[in-house]
Nanobody
Framework: QVQLVESGGGVVQAEGSLRLSCAAS????????MGWFRQAPGKEREFVAH????????AYSDSVKGRFAISRDDAKNAVYLQMNSLNPEDTAVYYC????????????????WGQGTQVTVSS
């Protein structure tokens, strides 16, 4: 079956950096667009970043643009989220998702989801 497993979360001070990883199995990874979403306490899950199947297109939410970078390594069946200049508002559970035909901001268009990894940014 399809599995997406996130890792790399943790506790970091404001202005610090983290790199999240998402390892995929059970699917032809190179065919799938990938996304990162996050859910902060008491808030709805929101879009963070997207990369298309080829890696030739990326998109970001306004709140992370210029600070976060999404990338993929098809040889490793993995997608990454490099997060720089973190601030307390970035504290959330971060999820990766995979989809074949996605509208990159729309969560319902992604077919598979990971369990999430916690990121906590202290001030």
């Amino acid at each position: 079956q399809v599995q997406l497993v996130e890792s790399g979360g943790g506790v970091v001070q404001a202005e610090g950096s983290l790199r999240l990883s998402c390892a995929a199995s059970g699917l032809t990874f190179s065919l799938y667009a990938m996304g990162w979403f996050r859910q902060a306490p008491g808030k709805e899950r929101e879009f963070v970043a997207h990369i298309n199947w080829s890696g030739g297109f990326t998109a970001y939410s306004d709140s992370v643009k210029g600070r976060f970078a999404i990338s993929r390594d098809d040889a490793k069946n993995a997608v990454y989220l490099q997060m720089n200049s973190l601030n307390p508002e970035d504290t959330a559970v971060y999820y990766c998702a995979a989809g074949l035909r996605v509208k990159w901001r729309e969560q319902t268009s992604y077919n598979y989801w990971g369990q999430g990894t916690q990121v906590t940014v202290s001030s």
